[in-house]
């Protein structure tokens, strides 16, 4: 799976923590194939949600911005080293599994992927210098996600979410887009 | 290329650790009315990761809404096994809380696992757990593909964590965009270091779209490798 390691992404990651942490005082026949993937028995709302024994799976690359909690946008990507995924399944299907980290912050989205708003995505975003903290699966937190597009080839779209800071009620929107890596034949 | 993933999982899970400063000052901040007790709430980010890969730990410690800085808390761990929790929980990292009652760990999973957070009981906070976020965790198995005149295609990879002598299959899909499921074209043997490595005749000028699978074990669970879209072997390198 191509899945160069750097330390690219874990810098950006390191720097979250370190934002976060800042100014504290302290055979050859030719069948289809059924899934055989194990599965933990959890809760629903952590059930994997990629099966990479039954879909396609593939890694992806690209970038979120996260508005509406801090003064600025916050920019967080998916790198080779911690990619998102997009998987498709033989009924054409849609399934992304986004984890987006950066300086800023972080932005997690999972679950089944259309054109148009989709319901019962799990969708998280943290910004350490807001105090902005969304969990739909633990906050209790509602977001609404809708996708412009989606297919092997890209999946872009927002969440948006309604939170509140200190008494203070904000609408976090992020706007996301990844596109798969490609893995590349050679010749010999 | 193993070597490689160890040290990366070795920087995430260790180099940027912040632990906690050796003198804590008490917990301060959250609101105190209505009485209730604090929360600490605990999110991953991803749930389902491939083993070695980053993943990012991050919770908030509260009362009432309100975040209580300066709290120090342990993020633990308990492997899954066989889908089940397997042993005890240990403190893997010790992190303290922003004011804003936050807190961000980067590490990463190599075997299936849950994780919490746990505040100890201090200055007016009473001990307080997290709910326990189980963490799906992906074989990692990687590939080099290489067409070899005549008709022949080259495959080698490695696992991670390494699986010795297991079986590895080399499958066939779709093209892009037409996705209909997995074909078993033939199959590879991991060695005893966990890499494998196979040679195979296939249809000439025929167009292949490959991808290798692990099934899972007792510690983690199946994976794929992207897919190598458009493998043509041809008569004539």
């Known amino acids: ?188 | 290329m193993l070597r490689k993933l160890a040290l990366v999982a070795a920087v995430v899970s260790g180099t940027f650790v912040l632990p906690a400063l050796p003198t804590q000052a008490a917990p301060t901040g959250g609101c105190p009315y209505p009485p209730s007790r604090p929360v600490l709430a605990l999110t991953v980010s991803p749930t389902t990761v491939v083993a070695g890969h980053g993943e990012v730990v991050f919770g908030q410690f509260s009362h009432n809404n309100c975040g209580i800085g300066h709290a120090a808390i342990a993020v633990q761990r308990r492997l899954i096994v066989d889908g089940s929790p397997s042993g005890s929980w240990t403190t893997i990292r010790h992190v303290t809380t922003s004011s804003k009652g936050i807190f961000v760990i980067a590490r990463s999973s190599i075997h299936q696992e849950e994780l919490r957070a746990v505040f100890t009981k201090a200055g007016a906070f009473p001990t307080t757990t997290s709910a326990a976020i189980p963490v799906s965790v992906l074989e990692h198995i990687t590939a080099h593909v290489s067409t070899v005149a005549p008709c022949r295609v080259h495959i080698s990879g490695s696992t991670y964590p390494a699986k010795a002598h297991r079986r590895v299959l080399i499958q066939n899909r779709g093209a892009e965009g037409h996705f209909h499921g997995w074909s078993n074209v033939w199959t590879a043997t991991t060695n005893s270091h966990g890499d494998y490595s196979t040679t195979h005749r296939l249809t000439c000028n025929r167009t292949y779209n490959l991808s290798m699978w692990i099934g899972h074990d007792a510690t983690d669970r199946g994976n794929r490798t992207n897919t190598w879209f458009g493998v043509k072997p041809s008569r004539h390198a």
């Open chain 1, 1 to 188: 799976m191509n899945r160069h390691i750097s330390g690219i992404a874990a810098a950006g990651v390191a720097a979250l923590a370190a934002t976060a942490l800042g100014g504290c005082t302290a055979s050859n026949s030719h069948h289809v194939v059924a899934a055989p993937a194990a599965k933990a028995p959890v809760a629903p709302a952590y059930a994997p949600v990629l099966d990479p024994g039954s879909e396609g799976v593939d890694d992806a690359t690209g970038t979120a911005t996260i508005t509406g909690g801090s003064a600025r946008p916050i920019r967080l990507t998916a790198t080779k080293s911690a990619p998102s995924q997009i998987a498709v399944d033989a009924a054409g299907h849609y399934t992304v599994q986004l984890a987006m980290h950066g300086a800023g912050g972080v932005f997690s989205l999972a679950g089944p992927a259309a054109v148009g708003s989709v319901s019962g995505d799990k969708v998280s975003v943290v910004e350490p210098s807001s105090g902005l903290y969304v969990d739909t699966a633990t906050q209790g937190s509602t977001c609404t996600v809708a996708y412009t597009t989606v297919s092997e080839a890209r999946v872009a779209g927002t969440a948006a979410c309604p939170a509140e800071i200190n008494g203070k009620r904000l609408n976090i929107r992020v706007v996301f887009s990844v596109i798969p890596m490609r893995a590349h034949v050679t010749h010999g």
